[in-house]
């Protein structure tokens, strides 16, 4: 089973987005993914990546024919209705399909959070360490 640490950097492959620092949250069940300018419109759910704070903000509009709405508690343990995507993140040489809920993270640190539900049978977490797939791969090992 591959480790990894309390952060790394992983890749949104089907969003264009490589590198994007990741907190790695055992007490989160769901992945959430920091957007702005989220709303549905004509069947379609429409949100814009990041915010025009992040280094990596392209102002790029996604559209996802398929997705859901889900109560979610966030960080307070409040129940929040979010609209989840699926997509595809790459961790170490894994290629992983998962939901992610959008949210406005932009009072954090990281712009994406990987809880136990895509960490469960996958991967050790060991929280003295950080970017340990990010390493891995600039390593070419």
């Known amino acids: ?45 429409e949100f814009v990546l990041l915010d025009e704070e992040h280094p990596e903000f392209t102002g790029k509009k996604y559209v996802f024919k398929k997705f859901k709405q889900r109560e979610i508690k966030n960080s307070f343990g409040e129940a929040e209705l979010r609209y989840v995507i699926k997509t595809t993140i790459r961790i170490y040489h894994h290629l ?25 049978d996958r991967f ?8 340990l797939s990010y390493q891995h791969k600039t390593q070419g090992t």
């Open 96 to 120: 992983i399909r998962a939901e992610f809920s959008l949210s406005n993270r932009g009072n954090l640190k990281f712009p994406v959070l990987l809880g136990r539900k895509i960490l469960r």
């Open 124 to 131: 050790l977490i060991d929280v003295t360490k950080n970017d």
């Open 1 to 45: 089973m591959l480790t990894l640490g309390r952060s790394d950097r992983v890749d949104l492959p089907k969003l264009g987005l490589t590198d994007i620092h990741a907190k790695i949250d055992t007490g989160a069940y769901n992945c959430s993914l920091h957007c702005s300018r989220v709303e549905v419109i004509d069947g379609n759910l």
